[in-house]
C-alpha cells in the first residue's frame, strides 16, 4: 500500500488501513491479540457505530449479532468474522442510501 513505498494512500487503502487499525485498537486489549472477546467486540461496536448501536433495542438482539459473527464458535470474533459484519453494514447502508434517491 502507499505507506510502503511512501507514496500517499488512495481514500479505499485508508480505509482499509482504517478496518485493520480498529479492529486491532480492540483485540489487543485483552486475550488473543488477533481475535476480539465479546466484551471488546461490544466496546467496538458502541463507540466505532454508535448510529447502529442506537437501533439496536435490547442486549439479546446485540448478544444475538455477536453469536452469528461467531462462525468459527470459538467464542471469539476474529479478523474474518469481523469483516463480514462490516460488510454486510456496509451494503445495507449503501442500499439505504440507494433508496434514499429514489
Do not use: W
Not at 505507506?3 to 494512500?9: A, D, I, V
Amino acid at each position: 500500500m502507499g505507506l510502503e513505498t511512501g507514496e500517499e494512500m488512495t481514500d479505499l487503502e485508508t480505509s482499509m488501513a482504517t478496518i485493520i487499525a480498529v479492529f486491532q485498537k480492540y483485540s489487543e486489549r485483552e486475550g488473543d491479540k488477533h481475535k476480539l472477546k465479546k466484551s471488546e467486540l461490544r466496546d467496538l461496536l458502541h463507540d466505532e457505530l454508535p448510529e447502529l448501536i442506537a437501533h439496536v433495542k435490547d442486549q439479546a438482539t446485540l448478544d444475538s449479532l455477536m453469536e452469528s459473527l461467531d462462525t468459527d464458535g470459538d467464542a471469539e470474533c476474529n479478523f474474518q468474522e469481523f469483516m463480514t459484519f462490516v460488510s454486510l453494514v456496509t451494503v445495507c447502508c449503501h442500499e439505504f442510501f440507494e433508496h434514499e434517491d429514489d
